[in-house]
């Protein structure tokens, strides 16, 4: 088949995907429910950042034991999603470059270190993120314009443990996320295609 009978034939099939595009686009535009939503959880008993602050702040330095830890969540046996770190792990995480030194840090995270096998950490990060594409649906189906609304929540511990008792803990996280992303493309389906095919359609 010469090249110009290719061309003759790929030229209408791209034309009829791009009207077919534009055409289920423009019937579902009033649909607020047509553009896609993703959601992503770290699974954990915790549904909210106030219920794993709450249970956080239970914890109690030389107090609080690894049993007791279960009943708060914080149980890496009992509920999903928590680590268990090594007394290296945790030098990892507190010593992460020469110029940190132990002496330097915490007197009862640089004590549990020096306990060696008796020094462990949990560590949690449970989160709920949700993620959704808003505005024009005809402009987002044709890829025009996409609008992407992320909400939700963070949350991280870093529990230490010497010889079975809670000896330190840190805390991070956000209480609330959020943030807009838009991506625009001017030549629409046509963005991703080069510029001859371009040419062709045109």
């Known amino acids: 088949m010469s090249s110009l009978a290719k ?5 209408p099939a791209l034309l009829t995907a791009i009207l ?10 009033g649909c607020s429910n047509a553009l896609p939503r993703e959601e992503d959880n770290v699974r954990s ?12 702040e239970k914890i109690e330095p030389y107090v609080t034991t690894k049993g007791e830890l279960q009943d708060l969540g914080f149980d890496p046996y009992t509920q999903p999603n ?14 992460p470059n020469q110029s940190i030194k132990l002496d330097d840090l915490d007197d009862a995270v640089s004590f549990c270190i020096r306990s060696r096998g008796k020094c462990i950490a949990y560590e949690a990060q449970p989160q709920k993120t949700k993620s959704k594409r808003v505005g024009n ?14 909400t939700g929540w963070s949350f991280y511990a870093l529990i230490v443990i010497n010889d079975g008792v809670v000896v330190y803990k840190v805390w991070s996280g956000e209480p609330i996320l959020g943030g807009e992303k838009i991506r625009k493309n001017p030549l629409g389906p046509l963005q991703g295609l080069d510029s001859g095919a371009i040419r062709q359609v045109l």
């Open 20 to 29: 077919l595009l534009a055409t289920t686009a423009a019937l579902i535009t």
């Open 45 to 56: 008993r915790w549904n909210s950042f106030e219920e794993a602050m709450a249970d956080y």
């Open 137 to 150: 649906v005809a402009l987002d189906m044709m890829t025009f314009k996409r609008r992407t609304l992320r």
């Open 82 to 95: 928590i680590h268990i770190l090594s007394y290296l792990d945790v030098i990892q995480r507190f010593m």
């Open 7 to 11: 061309h003759t034939i790929k030229k």
